[in-house]
């Protein structure tokens, strides 16, 4: 909803992953097989949104977004389905197997440069750093870091 041309509220997400995650390799320590594994990231976050728009009618302006939520990532593996009964000919069953999972806070601040094209259409460049601390996924690689998980997409 905007308001008085500067001030927008409202909600807003953003979903990681597609129906089997984005794959990333070497993600996370498996301990009963003591090495690295790759796994299927999903998950997303969302929550309150608040921009301010400096100059609204002007041709081009600036506005200041502010998003501040929560969200939930998880890894998960893909395996064939394991029944003595299972058919050959027929088609592949598969199962997600949990690895880990977690829920964390987040707030996500941005600059962003629009252009006024025609009433009521905008064309939008920007930039927003995404922070969320205390986010983390157990058994993930030490070489990876909370914020390269989050912003693998």
Request: charged share 20%.
């Amino acid at each position: 909803m905007i308001l008085n041309h500067h001030w927008t509220i409202g909600l807003t997400g953003s979903i990681i992953g597609d129906t089997h995650g984005v794959h990333q390799k070497n993600i996370y320590y498996d301990s009963t097989e003591s090495k690295m594994r790759g796994a299927n990231l999903n998950g997303g976050y969302g929550g309150f949104l608040l921009e301010y728009t400096l100059l609204p009618n002007s041709k081009v302006h600036v506005a200041f977004p502010l998003m501040i939520g929560g969200g939930s990532m998880w890894y998960t593996n893909s395996c064939h389905h394991s029944d003595s009964t299972f058919d050959e000919n027929s088609n592949k069953e598969f199962y997600h197997r949990y690895i880990s999972w977690d829920r964390f806070f987040v707030i996500e601040q941005g600059v962003r440069l629009e252009f006024n094209l025609v009433k009521k259409v905008q064309l939008g460049l920007g930039i927003s750093y995404r922070y969320s601390p205390n986010f983390n996924l157990e058994n993930t690689s030490p070489e990876i870091t909370p914020e390269e998980i989050i912003f693998a997409r």
